[in-house]
């Protein structure tokens, strides 16, 4: 059987090459050992397959330089216009497989099949006709910024800058509770209009929002609220989004003329503001540290103060203040006189006197009257002692200054003040009655109150100081 194989032409044009290659290298072999003659013609022949060989270089040089630029070409084409866009990813993928299907058995194609159909391929967005707009940004907290309050800037200027209701910039810091603002006072800017509010227990989601008027969906979902679950956490200050508070047109009018002013702060809990500049005067407030007031006057070592509906006196060594800001206030001397020092403690008939009785020595002074007569604080002191007493009864003890502390005794139930509470001359503390302590010697033979002055620690006569 004969077979006859055909070969492409670039192969026919090679193996002619090759043969005339070999046919010259035998002239230069038969040149050189003297075959001149015999061998020319195929010199010739060499000399052809020489130029054939040349003519074969050229040409795969000259491919070579086609295949770059083809490339090249593809490359700047296809970052124009991406080949992806011509063509279906699914519709290659099925061309793929059916090829496949002809080399790589079935099972394999089942495998290869899905990792063709989701490869992922890099989706081209068609360019828009507007600029894209940006996502939006998280909210982290309520507030946009801290205002620093400036000299003669009103509240209603601060509000008007930052479009921002001024009731919303009055609750958020908690302006409403009257006291005075100052220079560079930082102020809570939030986002939107609203309240804060500081969870206590037993508070509700509910609750809170039927309180100030929302719906509970707004302060659930409100990102910085960081409210789990729409769950409360007591302690913790969240915004009410929309919240309101009962807000007049007086207010508005009111806080909108507001601005920094001489202020000092409280320095100590539980400071006394009293109606006149001494202890004697009988106290109005007590404030804790932290509250700012409003500096309107001097006298002596004393600050006339304003806070909301509140107007006294405070000692200058209680508060915070720049002693030039105290300096500069003008002095002020239109103020109630002190009521007196001394009160007697009770109305009735003096039945006993302070020194020796019946055998030993009474102590203090005994006031007659008819039961649960009023009972006053001789003078202004703290309370003590208030409750049942060693051989008195029911009794109280106050502390006064210089060293002076009075007892009233046999008080006919448990006394009205506390110990700890401060009292000023004349503050009714309990009513006349006739309890007493067997236990601790005491003894009581009728309604009458026992009174008792001691100066650091011994009993003195009490009508060295009753007027």
């Not at 309370?383 to 002076?404: L, T």
Request: glycine letters at 10%; one cysteine or more.
């Amino acid at each position: 059987m004969h077979v006859v194989f055909h070969h492409p032409p670039w192969l026919e044009r090679w193996l002619r090459s090759k043969r005339r290659l070999a046919a010259a290298r035998r002239t230069v072999r038969h040149v050189r050992d003297g075959y001149w003659v015999a061998t020319q013609p195929s010199v010739e022949g060499s000399i052809r397959s020489r130029a054939l060989r040349w003519q074969l270089r050229l040409s795969r040089q000259l491919a070579h330089i086609l295949l770059i630029v083809g490339v090249l070409g593809v490359l700047i084409v296809d970052r124009t216009l991406p080949l992806q866009s011509l063509t279906n990813p699914r519709e290659v993928s099925d061309a793929i497989v059916t090829q496949l299907s002809s080399v790589v058995p079935a099972e394999q194609i089942v495998r290869i099949a899905p990792a063709v159909r989701h490869t992922p391929s890099k989706t081209v967005e068609p360019e828009p006709i507007a600029p894209a707009l940006r996502a939006p940004q998280p909210v982290l907290t309520a507030f946009q910024t801290t205002h620093m309050l400036a000299e003669n800037e009103t509240l209603a200027e601060v509000a008007e800058r930052y479009q921002i209701p001024l009731s919303t910039l009055v609750w958020t810091n908690q302006l409403d509770r009257g006291d005075a603002l100052r220079v560079g006072q930082p102020l809570r800017i939030p986002h939107l209009a609203g309240l804060t509010h500081t969870v206590v227990e037993g508070e509700t989601l509910a609750g809170l929002a039927e309180r100030y008027g929302v719906a509970p969906e707004a302060i659930a979902t409100f990102a910085p609220n960081r409210l789990p679950g729409g769950q409360l956490v007591i302690g913790r200050e969240i915004f009410i989004p929309g919240g309101r508070l009962p807000w007049s047109n007086e207010q508005e009018t009111a806080f909108a003329q507001r601005r920094a002013e001489p202020v000092g702060i409280v320095l100590v809990d539980e400071t006394n503001v009293r109606s006149g500049p001494s202890t004697d005067h009988p106290r109005q407030a007590q404030l804790a540290a932290g509250r700012q007031v409003a500096l309107r006057g001097r006298y002596n070592d004393w600050v006339k103060i304003e806070i909301g509906d509140i107007t006294g006196w405070i000692r200058s060594d209680l508060l915070e203040v720049d002693p030039a800001q105290v300096a500069a206030l003008p002095e002020v001397r239109d103020f109630p006189p002190p009521p007196p020092r001394w009160v007697w403690p009770a109305r009735g008939v003096l039945t006993s006197g302070f020194g020796p009785r019946w055998g030993g020595f009474h102590n203090g002074i005994d006031i007659a009257n008819v039961a649960w007569t009023p009972i006053v604080a001789a003078s202004s002191g703290r309370v003590r002692e208030a409750g049942w007493c060693s051989g008195y009864g029911y009794c109280v003890k106050i502390r006064h200054p210089g060293g002076i502390e009075t007892i009233y005794g046999h008080l006919i139930a448990q006394p009205v003040v506390r110990a700890g509470q401060e009292v000023s001359a004349g503050q009714l503390i309990g009513y006349m009655g006739s309890t007493y302590d067997r236990a601790g010697g005491g003894y009581s033979t009728g309604v009458h109150l026992h009174f008792t002055i001691l100066v650091n620690g011994r009993a003195v006569n009490p009508l060295r100081y009753l007027p």
